[in-house]
């Protein structure tokens, strides 16, 4: 049987592959994996053939709202498990296509980069560089202009059945709780498989080859909506500042108020009358902090270390724990139940200005405690007991927890008085 278009079994088994892996929520359909699983070859070649014939036609994106971590909410798109596959499989296609072309300094959602390496570039330009833009875009998910993100694609693929599902998925309608449905003429849902590099591309026109055509002397670090752009002077940061809200404007989209302002950087600013000396970036707080060199000399410059925002949204998932309440646990059980989360909080946060974490570190280590007190009698009403007996226990198995060998096998240090 002739297929209209050119498109391998063994792709969308790759692609389905790939979704499995990643996990995530079900769609308006309610199919899981499990179901999907249950018809396996049935349900692959019925996309498999939706696909190659043209016929395919994306089902709407479920509504979820979600809180963001310096407060407020973002509506997420979530795509059902068949979609998830279907537009993995164009993204499969196209990012080999369109990652040669994306700047080095663009950190987001891509393979071999990370916000971390953002970070990185961030603190060592802070050094070089006086001044900082920062912004970000207010909905860029959401209000990505159509035609013009068509037009950045047919700048790097012809295929005919790429360009017809992109189109097909920028214009899907949300359905939202309730069974509304919404019609969408901008944006990309924010949730999808292919958003994110669809996102990339809009903004690598929008703003990163914008840049290196028209501000060569300037270096920046975006991740997708959110960057930075380094100045030599205030003057310099005033005029990026105006270029850029035009340039964003002409392009559709809003540069946030609120989260979007000039910094300066400057070791010693004693004489500059400036009121912004700080900024947060992924995570990230920068500002002028105290450091030893390994000789012994002390120094002052930009630094990031985790925000306060983000030590906030830490203890408050450590809270919904509710540790000191699961006496029916063993301390290895807890460990399972919360190592994994706490690794990933050091490797990400840990990297750098690692000092800033102990006091977080400090209060789960006092949340232990409580549950020693009300897991043992013999360590009941006697919490500077507990204090001990924990640090006995880190001193046996350091790699119990995660943080312990952060805080230096000191797990009763800032834990008196708690109980």
Same mark, same amino acid.
């Given at each position: 049987?002739?297929?209209?278009?050119?498109?391998?079994?063994?792709?969308?088994?790759?692609?389905?592959?790939?979704?499995?892996?990643?996990?995530?929520?079900?769609?308006?359909?309610?199919?899981?994996?499990?179901? $999907?699983?249950?018809?396996?070859?049935?349900?692959?070649?019925?996309?498999?053939?939706?696909?190659?014939?043209?016929?395919?036609?994306?089902?709407?994106?479920?509504?979820?709202?979600?809180?963001?971590?310096?407060?407020?909410?973002?509506?997420?798109?979530?795509?059902?498990?068949?979609?998830?596959?279907?537009?993995?499989?164009?993204?499969?296609?196209?990012?080999?296509?369109?990652?040669?072309? $994306?700047?080095?300094?663009?950190?987001?959602?891509?393979?071999?980069?990370?916000?971390?390496?953002?970070?990185?570039?961030?603190?060592?330009?802070?050094?070089?560089?006086?001044?900082?833009?920062?912004?970000?875009?207010?909905?860029?998910?959401?209000?990505?202009?159509?035609?013009?993100?068509?037009?950045?694609?047919?700048?790097?693929?012809?295929?005919?059945?790429?360009?017809?599902?992109?189109?097909?998925?920028?214009?899907?309608?949300?359905?939202?709780?309730?069974?509304?449905?919404?019609?969408?003429?901008?944006?990309?849902?924010?949730?999808?498989?292919?958003?994110?590099?669809?996102?990339?591309?809009?903004?690598?026109?929008?703003?990163?080859?914008?840049?290196?055509?028209?501000?060569?002397?300037?270096?920046?670090?975006?991740?997708?909506?959110?960057?930075?752009?380094?100045?030599?002077?205030?003057?310099?940061?005033?005029?990026?500042?105006?270029?850029?809200?035009?340039?964003?404007?002409?392009?559709?989209?809003?540069?946030?108020?609120?989260?979007?302002?000039?910094?300066?950087?400057?070791?010693?600013?004693?004489?500059?009358?400036?009121?912004?000396?700080?900024?947060?970036?992924?995570?990230?707080? $920068?500002?002028?902090?105290?450091?030893?060199?390994?000789?012994?000399?002390? $120094?002052?410059?930009?630094?990031?270390?985790?925000?306060?925002?983000?030590?906030?949204?830490?203890?408050?998932?450590?809270?919904?724990?509710?540790?000191?309440?699961?006496?029916?646990?063993?301390?290895?059980?807890?460990?399972?139940?919360?190592?994994?989360?706490?690794?990933?909080?050091?490797? !990400?946060?840990?990297?750098? !200005?690692?000092?800033?974490?102990?006091?977080?570190?400090?209060?789960?280590?006092?949340?232990?405690?409580?549950?020693?007190?009300?897991?043992?009698?013999?360590?009941?009403?006697?919490?500077?007991?507990?204090?001990?007996?924990?640090?006995?226990?880190?001193?046996?198995?350091?790699?119990?927890?995660?943080?312990?060998?952060?805080?230096?096998?000191?797990?009763?240090?800032?834990?008196?008085?708690?109980?």
């Amino acid at each position: 049987m002739a297929r209209s278009y050119d498109i391998s079994k063994q792709v969308v088994w790759q692609a389905y592959q790939r979704v499995k892996a990643n996990k995530g929520a079900a769609g308006i359909d309610g199919q899981t994996i499990e179901d $999907f699983e249950r018809d396996l070859k049935g349900n692959l070649f019925k996309i498999w053939n939706r696909l190659t014939s043209g016929s395919y036609l994306p089902p709407a994106v479920m509504a979820v709202t979600i809180p963001k971590r310096a407060g407020g909410t973002r509506v997420l798109g979530i795509p059902t498990l068949s979609d998830r596959i279907a537009q993995t499989v164009v993204k499969m296609f196209l990012e080999p296509i369109l990652e040669p072309h $994306f700047h080095e300094d663009s950190y987001g959602y891509r393979s071999g980069k990370s916000a971390l390496q953002a970070v990185s570039k961030t603190r060592q330009r802070c050094w070089r560089y006086g001044w900082l833009y920062e912004f970000d875009i207010k909905g860029a998910f959401d209000n990505i202009d159509h035609e013009l993100l068509l037009r950045a694609l047919r700048k790097h693929t012809d295929c005919k059945w790429v360009l017809m599902y992109v189109e097909r998925w920028l214009t899907a309608p949300m359905q939202h709780p309730g069974g509304v449905t919404e019609q969408r003429t901008k944006g990309t849902p924010q949730g999808g498989v292919v958003s994110p590099l669809l996102m990339n591309l809009f903004l690598h026109y929008v703003f990163d080859q914008w840049m290196a055509v028209h501000e060569p002397g300037l270096r920046f670090a975006r991740y997708a909506d959110d960057a930075v752009v380094h100045c030599s002077t205030l003057r310099d940061a005033q005029r990026i500042e105006e270029v850029l809200k035009k340039r964003f404007e002409e392009c559709g989209l809003e540069l946030h108020p609120a989260k979007s302002k000039i910094v300066c950087c400057k070791a010693h600013q004693t004489w500059i009358d400036y009121p912004v000396s700080k900024f947060e970036f992924l995570g990230y707080e $920068f500002r002028l902090r105290t450091a030893v060199t390994r000789e012994g000399r002390k $120094f002052v410059r930009m630094m990031p270390a985790i925000s306060p925002s983000s030590a906030k949204a830490i203890r408050r998932e450590i809270r919904s724990w509710s540790i000191q309440n699961r006496s029916d646990k063993s301390i290895d059980d807890l460990s399972r139940m919360f190592g994994a989360k706490l690794r990933g909080w050091i490797n !990400y946060f840990g990297c750098f !200005y690692k000092s800033a974490l102990y006091p977080t570190f400090y209060n789960l280590n006092r949340k232990l405690v409580k549950w020693a007190t009300r897991k043992y009698k013999k360590l009941r009403r006697q919490p500077r007991r507990a204090h001990y007996w924990l640090g006995a226990v880190a001193k046996r198995q350091p790699d119990l927890f995660p943080h312990w060998q952060l805080l230096g096998l000191r797990p009763a240090i800032g834990m008196t008085g708690a109980g």
